[in-house]
């Protein structure tokens, strides 16, 4: 049973524990962060997701959700090896819950498109993720290559409700026709990686 300080080493990737309760992992959130150059600071997406006291982490946790934050030993690596990490982090997830709550997992950026591929990677190989939700924060839209590479697993996974939440400026990358529902909010004034309003509309609209 997982310990509520516990980091998992990770195919290419480190996963963080933040646990609701003391009985482990029981209704997972697994959050995978914005893709980039190098490894991901962990402190630092755990600081942007807990910047005031109305946070994203304080209210997964509230709600009884188990908030995993996963990071990328190189977020610049090739987009099915980013999304092995995703696999290997929903295995190791499952094999450690408790109970058979169906997980709710998304990403920031490029983090949202790898586990978007991941999750129609093991669709394609007719295996069982367990999520009943995707979501995509500010997801970023797959190149040309990519584009290619994820049509051949069908583009987008079919069984989770997919959700996408855009924050900001960004006008977003992807469109809505692809997603069950959408939200869009402007940047939180306090610091906020995401808004605080976004985050409970996503926890109203899991799985």
Do not use: C
């Not at 697993?153 to 809505?176: E, F, I, M, S, T």
């Amino acid at each position: 049973m997982a310990s509520s300080d516990q980091e998992w080493k990770l195919d290419a990737g480190t996963a963080r524990l933040l646990l609701a309760g003391d009985e482990g992992i029981v209704k997972p959130l697994l959050l995978f962060s914005k893709a980039g150059p190098g490894a991901t600071d962990l402190d630092a997406l755990q600081a942007r997701l807990h910047a005031t006291t109305d946070s994203f982490g304080d209210a997964v946790r509230a709600r009884g959700h188990d908030l995993i934050l996963i990071g990328f030993d190189d977020g610049a690596a090739h987009l099915s090896d980013l999304a092995d990490t995703v696999v290997d982090a929903l295995r190791r997830t499952t094999a450690e819950q408790t109970g058979n709550a169906p997980l709710a997992v998304g990403g920031i950026g490029r983090g949202a498109l790898a586990v978007r591929y991941a999750l129609a990677a093991t669709e394609y190989r007719q295996e069982n993720h367990r999520a009943g939700t995707y979501f995509s924060f500010n997801g970023t839209a797959p190149s040309p290559e990519e584009h290619t590479e994820l049509a051949v697993l069908g583009g987008w996974p079919r069984l989770p409700q997919k959700l996408k939440l855009v924050a900001g400026d960004l006008a977003g990358d992807l469109g809505d026709e692809d997603f069950d529902d959408t939200t869009t909010a402007p940047a939180d004034p306090g610091g906020l990686l995401i808004p605080a309003a976004q985050t409970s509309w996503l926890l109203d609209h899991l799985a």
